[in-house]
C-alpha cells in the first residue's frame, strides 16, 4: 500500500493516508461496503489485502453459532467482555434451513455449511458480514462412475480453513473415515476440485468433528486396533499448504485404556487461545485442559487447569461440556449443553459461575471475525434463498 496522500470527499482538505485507513478500518462492513463505490481508489484501498487483515484485527468478535436439535434453525451470538449472552437471529440460516443443517467450520470470516455430513452433496460458503455465498461445485462422480471404495463406505469427514501461503480457502474431504480412503480438496480460487494420494489408508478418524488451526485440520486417530502396540490415538493433521498428512503425538500421561483394557478416548480438540489444546473428562466429573504451547512440538504440552464441573447423570456424554476459546482476562469458558449455560471458570479463586445462553439446544460452537473478503462468483444470500 503506496505511502500516498488522500484528499477528503467534497474538501480540498488532505488526510494522510495512515489515518484515512486507521479511520475506515474501524467503520462497520456496511458502510464499507457503500464507501467501495465512491470511486476506485476507495475500493482498492478496502479491497487491499493489508487493509482487510488490519480490518479483521479491529473487528475481531467471539460468536456462538448454534443449531436447534428440534427446529433446525440457527442462532448466532456475539459475544465480548461486556456482553456475553446478546443473541441475534439469522433470518437467511432461518429462511434456508432446508439446505443447511450442519456448520462445517469457519475460518477467516467465511463459514461453510453443507445439508449432510454424510453425503455432502451440497457445500456452501458464506460471508456473514457481507451477506454473500457461494455453492461449491457438486463432484460428477456423486451421479456416477464413483469408485467403488467410496461406493462401499460413502461416509465423510469434511473439514474447511484458509491457507494463508496459499491465499485460498479450502473444503477438505476425507473419505471413508474408517480407514482413510481418499481425500478430495476443493479451491476457493480455482473453483475445482482435486484428489490426493493417500499414504494413511491404515489410519481410522476417530471423531468427526475437527479442528482447523495454524492452516491445518486436525483429528483425533488411531491406527489398527488388533495390534495392542498401535492403539494410543494420536493426533492427524492435514496440511492445507502441502495437501498431505502429518502425525501428532498426544500428552503421555494421558490415560486412554479402561480398566478392563478396551479403548477409552475421552478427549475433544479445541482451540485455546490461538494454541493447540485438549479437553478430557473422566467419570468424577474432571475437566481438564491441556495446551501445547509450542505447535508440533510434544514435550510442549502442558496441562494448564483441572476442573470441576457440576455432575450429571451417568448417561450424559462428555461432549455437553465443550471448551470455548472465548478471552476474558483469565477465565475459562466452557458451554454446557445440557444446561444451555456458559459456565465460568476462575482459575486463581476456583470459582465457577454459570451464564444462561439465551437460546436451547446448543449443538455446534464456533469463533469467527467479521471479514470484508469476497468470494469468486458469489451472490446475495437472499437471492439464493428466493
Not at 234 to 257: A, H, T
Amino acid at each position: 500500500m503506496s505511502k500516498r496522500r488522500n484528499t477528503a470527499v467534497g474538501s480540498n482538505l488532505e488526510i494522510p493516508l495512515e489515518i484515512e485507513i486507521d479511520i475506515l478500518s474501524r467503520l462497520p462492513v456496511k458502510s464499507l461496503l457503500r464507501f467501495k463505490c465512491v470511486g476506485k481508489s476507495w475500493r482498492s484501498l478496502i479491497e487491499d489485502p493489508s487493509f482487510l487483515t488490519r480490518f479483521g484485527k479491529n473487528n475481531d468478535a467471539f460468536h456462538f453459532s448454534t443449531c436447534s436439535d428440534q427446529s433446525q434453525y440457527f442462532k448466532r451470538s456475539r459475544g465480548g467482555n461486556n456482553n456475553p449472552n446478546t443473541v441475534w437471529h439469522n433470518d437467511f440460516l432461518m429462511s434456508a434451513q432446508g439446505k443447511f443443517r450442519f456448520i462445517i467450520g469457519s475460518s477467516n470470516g467465511l463459514v461453510c455449511l453443507t445439508n449432510s455430513f454424510h453425503n455432502s452433496l451440497n457445500i456452501y460458503i458464506w460471508n456473514p458480514s457481507t451477506r454473500k455465498i457461494v455453492q461449491v461445485p457438486i463432484l460428477d462422480h456423486h451421479h456416477s462412475n464413483y469408485d467403488n471404495d467410496a461406493k462401499t463406505n460413502p461416509f465423510r469427514v469434511i473439514s474447511f480453513g484458509f491457507c494463508p501461503k496459499l491465499d485460498d480457502y479450502k473444503v477438505v474431504k476425507v473419505v471413508g473415515p474408517n480407514p482413510v480412503r481418499k481425500v478430495e480438496v476443493y479451491s476457493l480460487c480455482t473453483n475445482s476440485w482435486s484428489d490426493i494420494n493417500v499414504a494413511h489408508a491404515w489410519v481410522w478418524l476417530i471423531n468427526r468433528p475437527n479442528l482447523f488451526l495454524n492452516g491445518a485440520s486436525h483429528w483425533l486417530a488411531r491406527k489398527d486396533l488388533l495390534d495392542p502396540a498401535s492403539r494410543r490415538p494420536f493426533i492427524m493433521s492435514f496440511e492445507f499448504d502441502m495437501d498431505g498428512f502429518q502425525e501428532i503425538q498426544l500428552p503421555s500421561d494421558i490415560p486412554y485404556l479402561e480398566d478392563d483394557g478396551s479403548i477409552s478416548y475421552p478427549f475433544e480438540m479445541v482451540e485455546y487461545r490461538n494454541s493447540l489444546a485438549l479437553t478430557t473428562k473422566y467419570v468424577t466429573e474432571v475437566f481438564e485442559i491441556w495446551v501445547m504451547k509450542e505447535y508440533g512440538v510434544v514435550d510442549s504440552w502442558v496441562r494448564l487447569f483441572s476442573i470441576q464441573v457440576p455432575q450429571y447423570p451417568i448417561h450424559y456424554e462428555f461432549r455437553f461440556f465443550h471448551l470455548t476459546n472465548l478471552v476474558e482476562n483469565d477465565k475459562v469458558f466452557l458451554v454446557d449443553n445440557q444446561k444451555n449455560s456458559l459456565i465460568c471458570y476462575n482459575p486463581k479463586t476456583k470459582q465457577i459461575k454459570n451464564r444462561r445462553l439465551g437460546f436451547d439446544h446448543v449443538r455446534q460452537v464456533l469463533s469467527f471475525k467479521v471479514s470484508l473478503v469476497s468470494m469468486p462468483g458469489e451472490i446475495n444470500v437472499m437471492d439464493f434463498v428466493g
